[in-house]
Every structure is written in structure tokens, then in C-alpha cells.
């Protein structure tokens, strides 16, 4: 979705190194999410933002930290990589609303740690 | 631990037929549920949704099903296309929560 970007989306980098990995969003949306994929898992939440001051930790959050700099913009950093950090990272979008809460998502940004 | 590369159920379906994806979801308090579907490469992409007060919906060529009994979701694909060849997975949510829980997915291919 073109109203969500991410950058960079390709990154490898190496054990050890700090990395950031950065969400800009064009709907206007207050909350925000990172999310990471690996092969035969469902989308693990690692950190989400419901409005600029508002930070949380999600299921998976160890080794990561956020950002919220803006409403639009959203950024997630690995402190100190490691091979298992490996994986396809999401960032998503949301509005409340009565009928429900769709979660629309960035293209992902495909992280190789070595 | 982390991933060991598992891999997706599959569901090989040929041009023209018509796909069942199933999902059993796990919170009884989940009221909200979404249909996503992912191409390779591509982030995330909403279908349809349904709340927990609904057992049906359709929108055009999908219709979802909502078990609540079995808990248990299911999406319909109608007349399937090679552009449906993906991977679908369901999420789980509450207004209460503002976030969802995700199923690892089902890999449809779609043959001529």
C-alpha cells in the first residue's frame, strides 16, 4: 500500500551492529505497529503506538526499541543484531472505528543479519 | 525458539474452481476478524472483514464464515483466478485491545 512506506527494504547487515529500520505513513491513522515475519509463522507483534506519546511493548519486543517521531512516522531499532532478528519486518496502520479496526500494511523490509 | 522454517499448509486449486481456507482462531473474546492476503513480496493486503455479531458476509468474489460455536473462520474465494495465487491468513481482535493476533497462513496456488 503506497500510503505506508518503509525503508530500507533491503538491509543485511552484521552481528552486533545497530540497525533502523524506518515507517512513514500518508493516511493520517494515530496508530501504529511493527510487526515481524518469519517462514511459517503468523505476523508477531513487537512494538505498537497508539497515538504519538503512547509507546507499547508487544509479544516479541527483546532486543528492539522504537520510535515515534511524528504521527506519521514510526521507527523500530535492533540495538545489537543478531541471526535471529532474520526476518521480514511490517509496519502497519489503524484507525478505530465502530465497524471495526483494519490494519493496512507497508510493503516490509527484508532483513538479513550475519 | 525461533523458526525453523516450517512450511504452510498448501491448497492447490484449479482455474475456475472455487477455494475454502479455513482458520481456527483461539480467543473466545476475539469479536473482530480479518481475512488478509499476501503475494510474494508484498506486504499484507485486507479482503473483508466480519464482527463477531455476523456468521456471513460476502463482498465480491469472497465470503467469509464465522463459526463462533467452534470457533472457527473460513473464507471463500468464488471462481478462483491465477491472481489469487497467495498466501491467506486470518487475525484476531477485540475494540478492547487496538491489536491482533495472526495465523501463519495457507499457501493457495492456483493451476491452469
Known amino acids: 500500500d503506497a500510503d505506508v512506506t518503509q525503508t530500507p527494504r533491503n538491509r543485511i547487515t552484521k552481528t552486533g551492529k545497530r540497525i533502523m529500520l524506518e515507517c512513514s505513513q500518508t493516511?493520517?491513522?494515530?496508530?501504529m505497529y511493527w510487526y515481524r515475519q518469519d517462514p511459517g509463522l503468523g505476523l508477531r507483534l513487537i512494538y505498537y503506538s497508539f497515538d504519538v506519546k503512547d509507546i507499547n511493548k508487544g509479544e516479541i519486543s527483546d532486543g528492539y526499541s522504537v520510535s515515534r517521531q511524528a504521527q506519521a512516522k514510526f521507527s523500530l531499532s535492533l540495538e545489537s543484531a543478531i541471526p535471529n532478528q532474520t526476518a521480514l519486518y511490517f509496519c502497519?496502520?489503524?484507525?478505530?472505528?465502530?465497524?471495526?479496526?483494519?490494519?493496512?500494511f507497508g510493503p516490509g523490509t527484508r532483513l538479513l543479519v550475519l | 525458539g525461533e523458526s525453523v522454517g516450517l512450511h504452510l499448509p498448501t491448497l492447490s486449486v484449479q482455474e475456475g474452481d472455487n477455494s475454502i481456507i479455513n482458520c481456527a482462531y483461539s480467543?473466545?473474546?476475539?469479536?473482530?476478524f480479518i481475512w488478509y492476503k499476501q503475494e510474494s513480496g508484498k506486504g499484507p493486503q485486507f479482503i473483508i472483514d466480519i464482527r463477531s455479531n455476523m456468521d456471513k458476509r460476502q463482498g465480491q468474489r469472497v465470503t467469509v464464515l464465522l463459526n463462533k460455536t467452534v470457533k472457527h473462520l473460513s473464507l471463500q474465494i468464488a471462481a478462483t483466478q491465477p491472481g489469487d495465487s497467495a498466501v491467506y491468513f486470518c487475525a484476531e481482535g477485540a475494540d478492547s485491545w487496538g491489536k491482533f493476533q495472526f495465523g501463519a497462513g495457507t499457501q493457495v496456488v492456483v493451476t491452469p
Open positions: 493516511k493520517g491513522h494515530d496508530r
Open positions: 502497519a496502520t489503524s484507525e478505530p472505528g465502530g465497524g471495526g479496526e483494519t490494519q493496512y
Open positions: 480467543n473466545s473474546a476475539s469479536d473482530y
